[in-house]
């Protein structure tokens, strides 16, 4: 079985990418424990922590992120430089465990996929 | 080689829909076989058979049909991405409305995993 890449690029709740992004990734997390997720560019805005999105009429999908680690999923990564340019410190992510890395390990890491999907 | 297909762009408005069928077609035509098309997000619109393009212009959705005919290919719509959408087929018709093309099929989220996993290439438009 290949082993997948699930990228998340775009920033949640303004598009629905990240959350069909997320229900692609657990529905395949169901079936495989060999899966990477990577948040690169706007997509590390899943990370912060304390999203209020029901005050604009969205759901709450990011709390689902937890859900990972009872599917034994635990390569998570984020892009250290998107976060920084941002301005997201570790002070404002939640409680996903993840390693934020910079780009030269970041695509090392991709590299070991065998196939990569973005949302 | 083994293809698996993932549509995530509308029949009209963006160009990844056109540009995912018009690579179908060149990879049966290099002796490729495609094990699955899946259409996600904004791409169930694909099987909307209200579509009504100007006569002069390009119908998407009848190629897909034809395509999905002559070569026996399964066209797969995520059902949760489509109701969402307000493409409903016989099923779940609302007042006895519903726009699903039947040569499409409504498909769930495992379908796409498996071809992800299962797969040679995955090209994801």
């Known amino acids: 079985m290949n082993s997948i890449a699930f990228i998340f690029k775009t920033a949640p709740h303004g598009s629905s990418s990240g959350r069909e992004g997320l229900d692609a990734l657990l529905a395949t997390a169901a079936l495989s424990e060999n899966i990477g997720v990577f948040f690169i560019g706007d997509g590390v805005f899943h990370l912060v922590d304390a999203q209020q999105p029901n005050v604009i009429y969205a759901r709450d999908y990011i709390t689902t992120f937890k859900l990972l680690e009872l599917y034994d999923i635990e390569n998570v990564y984020a892009c250290q430089q998107s976060l920084m340019m ?24 991709l590299s070991r996929y065998d196939k990569m999907i973005n949302f | 080689m083994r293809y698996a297909l993932l549509v995530t762009g509308p029949a009209y408005g ?23 098309i899946f259409f996600y997000q904004e791409a169930v619109n694909n099987a909307n058979r209200l579509i009504s393009p100007a006569s002069d212009e390009h119908n998407l959705i009848n190629e897909w049909v034809k395509l999905s005919r002559e070569e026996n290919i399964a066209l797969n719509i995520c059902v949760s991405a489509a109701l969402r959408r307000g493409v409903v087929d016989q099923d779940h018709a609302q007042d006895g409305l519903y726009n699903f093309h039947p040569q499409f099929n409504f498909s769930g989220l ?12 995955v090209v994801q438009f």
């Open chain 1, 86 to 109: 941002r301005g997201i410190g570790e002070q404002a992510m939640g409680c996903l465990s993840l390693m934020a890395l910079p780009l030269g390990n970041l695509q090392q890491q």
């Open chain 2, 14 to 36: 963006t160009q990844n829909a056109t540009s995912a069928w018009m690579f179908a077609k060149a990879l049966l035509k290099a002796g490729h076989s495609i094990i699955s």
């Open chain 2, 110 to 121: 495992g379908e796409l995993a498996t071809s992800l996993l299962t797969c040679e290439r």
